[in-house]
């Protein structure tokens, strides 16, 4: 089933656009990478799925119901796309630092609280459980990034958008945690789409990517093919030096 379906979407700030005719469609139980340079329209792209941001123009389907064309969601209806199983994880990655962990992680299952569904998300980030009574705040970028994606799927979404989960974290880290969303989308059939500018590492763990380029779709395809094309996505659209072998 699609999950997610954008079709001619242009999206933009104050009526001006930066992102162009997007096509782009996230099925049940896929990780989908969207790619490209500083600028190229990532962001914009999430919050324009999520509701933050009004389309400005094509259509948005996300689990089969067109949700928002050319106007500014109420946020009635941004909390609707939420508890219909959308989950976003923003580049700031949204935490409260006062609160703790458990905390965080409680309000990320505003209706119904489960010891099942906590203990399934310690499953995939088991280092999650000798920090839950630590205030998100004190917590290192990779506990917090953890804890972020902890609370975005410890109420089952349907669909999970992650902007940038790597931002000042080293590749390690990094390597440790894009395994998960692979792992989230077999487990629960979960649709992923996922900014990352680790090229190679994303494409690693994806079903398919999209290369945006100046708001546009430059490549589009599997993550073989792209993986294939690594070297020249970096040099070409992300401006670095491929590394001597
Ligand atoms: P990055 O990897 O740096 O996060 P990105 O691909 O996510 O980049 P966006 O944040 O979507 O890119 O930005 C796309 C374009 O929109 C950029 O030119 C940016 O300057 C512009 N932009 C972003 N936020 C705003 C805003 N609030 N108001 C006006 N323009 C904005």
Do not use: C
Request: glycine share 12%; aromatic share 4%.
């Amino acid at each position: 089933m699609t999950l997610l379906d954008l079709r001619g979407v242009t999206a933009g700030y104050e009526g001006v656009p930066v992102v162009h005719d997007l096509d782009l469609t996230v099925a049940e139980g896929e990780v989908v990478a969207l790619l490209g340079a500083n600028g190229a329209g990532k962001t914009t792209t999430l919050l324009t799925v999520s509701g933050l941001l009004p389309a400005l123009g094509g259509t948005i389907e996300v689990f089969g119901a067109e949700v928002h064309a050319g106007r500014r969601l109420r946020p009635s209806a941004v909390w609707g796309l939420a508890r219909s199983g959308l989950a976003h994880v923003p580049e700031d990655r949204g935490l409260f630092f006062d609160l703790t962990a458990a905390e965080n992680l409680r309000l990320g299952q505003p209706r119904r609280r489960s010891a099942a569904d906590l203990d399934r998300v310690l499953g995939w980030f088991p280092a999650l459980a000798d920090i839950l009574d630590r205030r998100a705040g004190l917590l290192s970028g990779g506990e917090q990034q953890m804890l972020a994606l902890a609370r975005a799927v410890v109420g089952g979404p349907r669909l999970l958008l992650v902007d940038e989960m790597s931002l000042g974290l080293a590749p390690i880290i990094v390597e440790g945690l894009l395994p998960v969303l692979r792992a989230i989308a077999d487990d629960t059939g979960t649709g992923v789409l996922v900014v990352e500018q680790h090229v190679s590492l994303v494409l690693s763990i994806s079903d398919r990517a999209y290369l945006l380029d100046r708001g546009r779709v430059a490549h589009a395809g599997t993550a073989a093919e792209l993986a294939a094309d690594a070297d020249r996505i970096e040099a070409g659209y992300l401006g670095r030096v491929p590394a001597d072998d």
